[in-house]
């Protein structure tokens, strides 16, 4: 095999653990997708349009995947599994992953960058399956987009997002990143965002408490029967 072939194998191999060699990895859909869009990106280069369609159709028809012929892809690209759709406008990095059921999804072109209706991901960015990128925000370099979160805005360099519309995590990802994550999401509540704020309020609530206590015993030297009345509304 020609050795830009095995480095690319040898990529998705590292990114998932199912194949046992690299020519099973030559059967995958994502694979051909990406070969098909080769050829089909450098007919649209070419202004061969219908061409460029024809291949895009039967790329489709065969692997289950959509990607537009204007869709610029980087190096070490892999859709594991299919069914993804990326548009004309897409910018995408290297070493980037897409699960199954991914939209790189446009917006009304009158709306936003003009001539710029799709995402751009930069390098290493995980989409987990289901997640719809829309319009033509940018996706900083290893950030992770979670199964089936809506990102309709910019993301940082390095977050994670969850949820619709996609929030940001409290916890930064350099906190518990490993090289590569599965599916873009953590498999921990601990992370969960709506938990994190909880225990964020409940820190603040804490704090005030305290300083409440601090300040009746400064102003009026308040029993310690007051103060825990006072603490004990506080919870109520």
């Known amino acids: 095999m020609p050795r830009r072939l095995i480095a690319y194998l040898d990529s998705v191999k590292s990114r998932d653990p199912a194949p046992r060699s690299r020519a099973e990895i030559l059967l995958y859909p994502g694979v051909w997708s990406l070969a098909f869009h080769?050829?089909?990106?450098?007919?649209?280069?070419?202004?061969?349009?219908?061409?460029?369609?024809?291949?895009?159709?039967?790329?489709?028809?065969?692997?289950?995947?959509?990607?537009?012929?204007?869709?610029?892809?980087?190096?070490?690209?892999?859709?594991?599994?299919?069914?993804?759709?990326?548009?004309?406008?897409?910018?995408?990095?290297?070493?980037?992953?897409?699960y199954q059921n991914v939209t790189l999804g446009g917006t009304d072109p009158a709306n936003g960058i003009a001539g710029k209706?799709?995402?751009?991901?930069?390098?290493?960015?995980?989409?987990?399956?289901?997640?719809?990128?829309?319009?033509?925000?940018?996706?900083?370099?290893?950030?992770?987009?979670?199964?089936?979160?809506?990102?309709?805005?910019?993301?940082?360099?390095?977050a994670t997002m969850v949820g619709i519309p996609a929030r940001a995590m409290l916890v930064d990802v350099t906190a518990y990143q490993r090289e590569f994550l599965p599916y873009g999401t953590p498999r921990t509540d601990s992370l969960d965002p709506e938990k994190q704020k909880l225990e964020q309020l409940q820190g603040e609530v804490e704090q005030l408490r305290k300083r409440l206590a601090e300040l009746i015993a400064e102003r009026g030297g308040a029993p310690d029967d007051d103060i825990s009345r006072v603490k004990e509304r506080g919870r109520a």
């Open 38 to 98: 080769r050829v089909a990106h450098r007919l649209y280069r070419a202004r061969l349009y219908f061409l460029a369609r024809a291949v895009n159709h039967f790329s489709r028809f065969l692997t289950g995947n959509d990607i537009h012929p204007g869709a610029r892809i980087g190096k070490r690209f892999f859709i594991d599994h299919g069914f993804t759709v990326i548009g004309e406008t897409a910018e995408i990095g290297d070493d980037v992953t897409l």
């Open 117 to 158: 209706r799709h995402p751009t991901l930069e390098d290493g960015v995980i989409v987990g399956s289901g997640a719809q990128v829309l319009g033509p925000v940018r996706v900083g370099a290893r950030a992770r987009i979670g199964a089936n979160a809506v990102v309709t805005r910019d993301v940082k360099e390095g």
